[in-house]
């Protein structure tokens, strides 16, 4: 399959970690990682680290953050939802490059769906260290009510980060979505594909969150994350 190239923004998912526990969000069940790994895809598929910014459709030419340039005969587009939490409050993510107009970045303001989240929280980095120094208390706040944000917070312990430290803030599935919709039935009819529940069964719900307070992880719900403020440095 040579001739299929593949931009996908921070490669392909298992280059990055060896246990998908190691992973920081939820994980196709369609293959397991030692499937896709025995697959070999990048050697049978042009892989592109990178991300996408603009179409040409008249000259059919891909336009890449970095301003290169790919041509395509058929371009097939499968970048399924995106979270807009921090878009909405004016923000981007810092793997999102180039940082869209009019948003701003914050160090350590971390989308789910930064195409280059495993770098920023690689336990060789400074902020993963900084989060995971046991002489000095650092808290982390996970916001989100998918199961992303569960996985997130598996991530951050096997990366060192103290429960203890860990906030999850679990907002209502209607927020961040009013301004997006004129009429009400219509986004509660969407809201079970863009803001789904982690746990379709109440009781492993209940389980699963006695057993995070159980490790020290501090749980708020029915919360609306409103306004993000910048310290001195940044």
Known sequence: FTNIILISPGGLPHHHFDDHRDNLKAYSTSYTNEELKRLMLENRVQVINARMIDIERQEKKVILHDGS???YDTLILTMGLQDQTLNNLGFSSKGIVPTPEGKDVIEGLLSIDDPFLYKHLDQKVDLIRLLSNRKKKNDVVVYGRTLNAYC??????????????????IPDAECHLDANYDEQDEMEADIPFINPQAFKD?????????????????????C???????DDEN
């Open 152 to 169: 997130c917070i598996q991530g951050l312990i096997r990366r060192g980060v103290r429960p203890q430290n860990i906030y999850l803030i």
């Open 69 to 71: 340039m790919v041509p």
């Open 224 to 230: 609306l994350l409103k306004q993000i403020d910048r």
């Open 202 to 222: 109440e009781k492993i719900r209940e389980k699963i969150h006695d057993h995070l307070i159980s490790m020290g992880i501090t749980i708020f719900e029915h």
